[in-house]
């Protein structure tokens, strides 16, 4: 069975038969060569001195830059162009000749960013937070070797992956349901857009009912459920192992409810779609970057400049990200753009990283962003190419709306132009609701 009929087998059956099955997909993660190779790797290195790491990094780095010459038709033409070459590549220093590698240019060399050598490969899309959906293909052993990684972070704060059962706040789609079943990842995921005051304890028996240790996800889902379990006086102190958060800057407000109400650790993690860049957060101090998923540049803007090593599909070199990144005694300070969110008519908090929609409606919208003045409701301010019929005017709600969830309802507004930041940026919503977040009692 193959990872691609088993991704389809984890999200496409009902949900007694994944129950059937959980036990067969699961295994065939957690026993599949890739992924033990690599979670021995990173076991190995654990006692590895600094020197040995950066020894193993280079060598790493090397490999990825003279796959990358050999196999793709981009790097080949961009090393000759500034007078790189692989082959001789002794300091990191001499990376500093190839040019940064953007969003832009990574949508304008699509087919020639794709190495020759791989045929086993799926696609993905990201970049919703920056208003413009990103393609990436993905090899198909890049799955086994990112949950390698994810498992052995988790694991030093006792995530036992072939025992433990986690609650992930985060996913899409769910069908207007609560929760589902990812077998895959022995996991049940919540659904973070519904988390109100009438729903919290519906949440808290199913993760019981499912034996939830750790909790995973976006920090804002997290919070809400934490803040709607305080009002609500349930406890749960004490009753989970530790948490895991992604995909969003954690606010201080959100930590100190988060540990008041659970008191257990937060470890914050950090990646993307494009699987460039892992950073772990194993203390309060700030993040370390994995040496060993890749080599991890800051530039004089503090943007994060990342080289993968776990997707060979499409190498990254030199991939400028719009997180930044500064160095504090010794751990880097991570902020990301995905920030804000919106807010339901019981106070749901839909985060901006929940909100990146792909479809075919939108090949007839150049741009679009969320205005929200009211609880409970929202505008998605477009600017269609075109003119648009009455009829895709429905249509592009329903599909928003759909992402959103009832929490929310949508309105659609045809515009002209964004609004942007003082400093020219764009920004995925306007917020002009006034919630006061910290009232938590």
Not at 26 to 48: C, H, P, V, W
Not at 76 to 89: A, L, Q, W, Y
Not at 94 to 117: G, V
Request: aromatic content about 12%; proline content about 3%.
């Amino acid at each position: 069975m193959g990872i691609a009929l088993l991704k389809t087998i984890n999200t496409k059956l009902p949900e007694p038969i994944k129950q059937l099955l959980a036990p067969i997909i699961r295994r065939r993660l957690i026993y599949g060569k890739t992924f033990q190779k690599q979670l021995t790797e990173l076991k190995n290195m654990d006692s590895a001195t600094t020197e040995e790491l950066e020894k193993e990094q280079f060598r790493r780095l090397k490999e990825t830059l003279i796959h990358a010459y050999e196999h793709t038709r981009y790097y080949h033409r961009i090393f000759k162009e500034c007078g790189f070459d692989p082959f001789s590549f002794k300091d990191v220093q001499e990376l500093l000749i190839i040019p940064e590698l953007t969003k832009s240019l990574i949508i304008e060399n699509f087919d020639d960013l794709q190495a020759d050598d791989i045929t086993d490969y799926y696609s993905a899309t990201t970049g919703g937070s920056t208003g413009v959906p990103l393609k990436i293909n993905l090899d198909r052993e890049s799955i086994y070797r990112e949950r390698a990684f994810i498992y052995h972070f988790w694991g030093k704060h006792g995530y036992n992956y072939k025992a433990s059962k986690i609650a992930s706040f985060r996913g899409t789609d769910f069908d207007g349901k609560l929760s589902k079943l990812n077998p895959l990842y022995a996991e049940i995921q919540m659904n973070p857009c519904t988390i109100n005051a009438e729903t919290i304890k519906q949440y808290i028996k199913l993760m019981d009912n499912f034996g939830v240790e750790f909790l995973h996800g976006f920090p804002s889902a997290i919070y809400s459920f934490c803040k709607y379990s305080k009002q609500a006086e349930i406890n749960l102190k004490r009753k989970y192992k530790a948490v895991f958060l992604i995909s969003e800057n954690v606010y201080e407000f959100q930590k100190k409810m988060m540990e008041e109400v659970l008191e257990c650790k937060l470890y914050p993690f950090y990646g993307h779609t494009e699987r460039a860049v892992f950073a772990e957060q194993n203390n309060d101090n700030g993040y370390t970057f994995n040496p060993l998923y890749g080599y991890v540049e800051i530039n004089d803007n503090s943007n994060i400049i990342c080289t993968g090593f776990v997707n060979k599909k499409m190498p990254l070199i030199r991939y400028c990200i719009d997180d930044c990144a500064e160095k504090q005694n010794g751990y880097y300070q991570i902020k990301g753009h995905r920030e804000g969110g919106l807010y339901g008519k019981n106070n749901e908090i839909i985060s901006a990283a929940m909100l990146e929609v792909h479809s075919k409606l939108l090949d007839k919208i150049a741009n679009y962003q969320f205005v929200q003045e009211r609880k409970g409701e929202v505008v998605v301010r477009i600017i269609p190419f075109d003119k648009l019929t009455k009829e895709d005017e429905a249509a592009i709600r329903e599909l928003f709306q759909k992402k959103i969830g009832n929490s929310i309802k949508v309105t659609i507004k045809i515009i002209e132009k964004l609004d942007y930041t003082a400093r020219g940026k764009y920004k995925l919503i306007i917020q002009k609701c006034k919630v006061d977040e910290h009232d938590d009692k």
